[in-house]
């Protein structure tokens, strides 16, 4: 289909210093933890971006220096030559789309925790670092000449990334880094020409652009990422005060090509990588508008709001917002989110949900992955293309029983692939427990999960779907008819308060009670008697505190109890955390951290400290703990008791398939697999990728067992880039 007109203005060309991107699609700087030390995984996953539209596609945060470790959460690095190889690889793969590559340059002073190389950083005012209160970091406070190496570093970082290839750098005057830490008046608390008035706070950023524009400038775009709000009070950086002012101070140096505007320090990550629970589609306009007016025509604003809608996104360019539609999350999503636009295929955008695993794997120091797209960070290690599917050599027919998550991609991925699918359910609706998740407070946005895959599904003729029938049993399932099977029969909430502090009920604990809940019951309209209500919860996600706050607003006193450190300890790796807090103190909704079940009896919940037993360790005696313990146990009034303790797979069909082995033959069935929480309960992105790896390795010789990926790491015997005793640029001056 041609694409709609009023969607042109996003594929203008847009010039900024010495280059031209293609259109208005930035892919913003994000982190994957895949650096420069995964060069495959690196390049193939940005270049998929490129090939999907991206003319912009940038690295995540890159240490310019080893002063600025960021070990143990892996970023893109420019250390050395080394990192060059690698990372040339990037650019390679961007340019062969017509895209231009970005790099962050990343200095980040007192929050360098230093785990590998073991430097110091400098900064200001040799502070400790507020946050990693708990990781003793502090920087070495900056005389002059250490304010001139630093910025030889930049320089340095510079030309190396032309060497890989580059085209634009790209400043991080972002997420407490040290051009903020000069910046802000908490962290400098100098005398100096550094220090004091904003012009002086101001001079370390200025000096690092006018650096890079005179060393590099004619060459690369000098650009940078800033936050025009820190979003955290006093002594930080506020919109009307010193956010548009630095703007005005920077702008008037004529040393900045591009500003990529933003919102949110790293305390306040959540504001910058806002989750659809707390912040609807452009949520930073009120906080990122203003800069435009004051940088003009000539220097394009790139600014950023999970845009997943064309609308949206022309909707802030003719405003005046902006003039690049930056986007991380969008782009991770979906990498052709452009080009559907261009084709005329809106319909088909896979868009961001706003759950934030992405960034919860990479602050788990792991790698990114993602709930919408199962094929980001597999595209070099398992080849998977997001948009191509290969064909199936010889298609059989597939039953897939259950439309869950995992169900859904499965048949999706089968369809794709030329499989005659059969996908059924006993519910009326596609989406399994997702459905549900929908519906909880906040979590609207998640249905899209649902949708994508419900227009997909429809699009494919050779893909039947079965809703609402009669739940299959193994005789059923048998005489169906398929040559293979599938089964995604998904999981249920634990009804006694299985979980996994004790790994046993909670004495009293029974869903069949008119006093005791579980999630699925409570979205099915089970009455929850009295006032006084109790959420346990022992799975730490978003489930406990939506369950609490659709309470809450029904009127209820609520407590959440939680064996865990934290409530909803996961969303600290989801950046939900500080809002997830505000939200329960705002709503009245109190919590209990530490604490487990004992027992229940209508109005009164008996729960037990999790550490009430002695420090001391104590001889070890036949029959005897090595601890003195304790029978302590604490008391709350709670009429009804809501379990959010643990999900249970539905197993049966596949355990009752796999004991009736002996009869498929007969049947003609020639294999039964099982996927996504009937396998094991997960998070849905695990489902999701299941059921998406099942089908793309579906005639591999034993598809339940995935087939082995590219592991990239270092071959023993091979040499390193530096060796030991190779020299280092000097940074210092001369
Ligand atoms: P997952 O997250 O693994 O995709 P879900 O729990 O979301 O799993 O979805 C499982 C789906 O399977 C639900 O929609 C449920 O109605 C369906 N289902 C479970 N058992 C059967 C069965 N025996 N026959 C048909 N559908 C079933
Ligand atoms: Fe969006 Fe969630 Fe995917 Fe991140 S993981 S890109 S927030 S859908």
Redesign the pocket.
């Known amino acids: 289909m041609a694409r709609n007109p009023k969607y042109d203005i996003l594929f203008e060309p847009v010039t900024f210093g010495p280059k031209t991107m293609r259109n208005r699609f930035w892919q913003s700087s994000h982190c994957t933890g895949y650096g420069s030390d995964r060069p495959g995984t690196q390049a193939r996953f940005r270049g998929m971006k490129a090939e999907g539209g991206w003319a912009v596609v940038c690295t995540e945060f890159c240490s310019i220096h080893p002063e600025s470790d960021e070990y143990p959460w892996h970023s893109a690095r420019l250390w050395d030559d080394g990192d060059v190889v690698n990372l040339r690889y990037l650019c390679d793969e961007v340019h062969r789309h017509r895209s231009l590559a970005g790099v962050q340059l990343w200095y980040n002073g007192m929050h360098s925790p230093c785990l590998e190389s073991r430097e110091v950083a400098r900064g200001p005012s040799g502070l400790p670092s507020n946050v990693f209160p708990e990781r003793c970091l502090y920087d070495a406070a900056a005389d002059e000449d250490d304010i001139r190496a630093i910025i030889h570093m930049y320089v340095l970082a510079a030309k190396r990334a032309e060497q890989a290839g580059f085209d634009l750098v790209e400043v991080s005057g972002a997420d407490s880094t040290l051009p903020m830490q000069f910046l802000e008046r908490r962290y400098n608390r100098r005398s100096d020409r550094y220090g004091g008035s904003l012009a002086n706070r101001a001079r370390f950023y200025v000096e690092v652009m006018a650096a890079l524009k005179q060393a590099v400038g004619d060459r690369l775009a000098v650009t940078t990422r800033f936050e025009t709000d820190t979003i955290n009070g006093e002594c930080r950086i506020q919109h009307f005060d010193e956010g548009l002012h630095f703007v005005e101070l920077m702008h008037s140096e004529g040393v900045c090509d591009l500003w990529a505007v933003k919102i949110g320090d790293y305390e306040e990550w959540g504001e910058d990588a806002g989750s659809s629970r707390f912040r609807k589609t452009n949520w930073m306009r009120p906080f990122v508008s203003h800069v435009k007016s004051i940088v003009g025509a000539s220097v394009p604003v790139v600014s950023n709001g999970r845009f997943t809608s064309p609308d949206d996104m022309v909707t802030a360019l003719r405003s005046g917002q902006c003039d690049v539609i930056g986007a991380a999350r969008p782009s991770i999503a979906d990498p052709f989110l452009p080009t559907k636009i261009a084709e005329g295929r809106v319909e088909d955008i896979r868009e961001c949900i706003g759950c934030n695993i992405c960034v919860s794997r990479m602050q788990q120091q792991a790698l990114l992955s993602c709930t919408q797209n199962p094929t980001s960070g597999e595209e070099y290690r398992r080849g998977w293309h997001p948009e191509h599917f290969e064909p199936a050599a010889d298609p059989c027919s597939v039953l897939v ?8 991609e499965c048949a999706m991925v089968l369809g794709k692939r030329g499989y005659t699918v059969h996908l ?4 009326p609706e596609l ?4 459905r549900d998740v929908a519906r909880y407070p906040r979590c609207a946005e998640y249905g899209r999960l649902i949708s994508y895959r419900q227009i997909q599904l429809e699009k494919l003729r050779n893909v039947e779907m079965h809703l609402g ?1 009669p ?3 193994a005789d059923d399932v048998l005489q169906y008819g398929a040559d293979k099977v599938v089964i ?4 249920h909430w634990a009804t006694d308060g299985l979980g996994a502090e004790v790994h046993r009920p909670v004495a009293g604990a029974d869903a069949e009670c008119a006093e005791v809940l579980t999630p699925e019951q409570i979205m099915s309209g089970k009455r929850v008697v009295g006032e006084k209500v109790v959420v346990l919860d022992g799975d730490g996600y978003f489930t406990g505190v939506a369950m609490a706050e659709l309470l809450a607003d029904q009127g209820k006193a609520v407590t959440l109890v939680t064996n865990m450190n934290m409530v909803a300890e996961f969303s600290k790796y989801t950046m939900e955390m500080p809002n997830n807090k505000r939200m329960l103190h705002e709503k009245g909704i109190r919590f209990l951290t530490n604490h487990w079940a004992h027992s229940f009896v209508p109005g009164r919940l008996r729960l037990f400290y999790l550490y009430r037993d002695s420090a001391g360790l104590y001889e070890v005696e036949p029959g005897r703990w090595g601890r003195r313990t304790s029978d302590e146990l604490v008391d709350l009034e709670c009429d009804a008791l809501v379990l959010v303790t643990a999900r249970v797979p ?1 197993g049966a ?1 596949y355990a009752d398939l796999k004991a009736r082995r002996a009869e498929w033959q007969r049947h003609e069935v020639q294999a039964v697999y099982r ?4 396998h094991a309960p997960r998070q ?1 992105l695990n ?1 999701i990728f299941d ?1 998406h790896r099942l089908a793309r390795e579906f005639e591999s010789a034993h598809p339940q067992h995935p087939l082995p990926f590219i592991r990239e790491r270092q071959l023993w015997g091979h040499s390193t880039i530096p060796q030991r005793g190779d020299l280092r640029p000097a940074v210092e001056p001369v």
Do not use: E, Q
Request: charged share 10%; glycine share 24%.
């Open positions: 029983v259950g439309a869950g998550p995992a169900g859904m059924r359910d006993c519910a989406g399994g427990h997702w029938v739940a299959m049993t995604a029969t998904g999981a539905n069909l996927i996504g929480d009937c849905a489902a059921g």
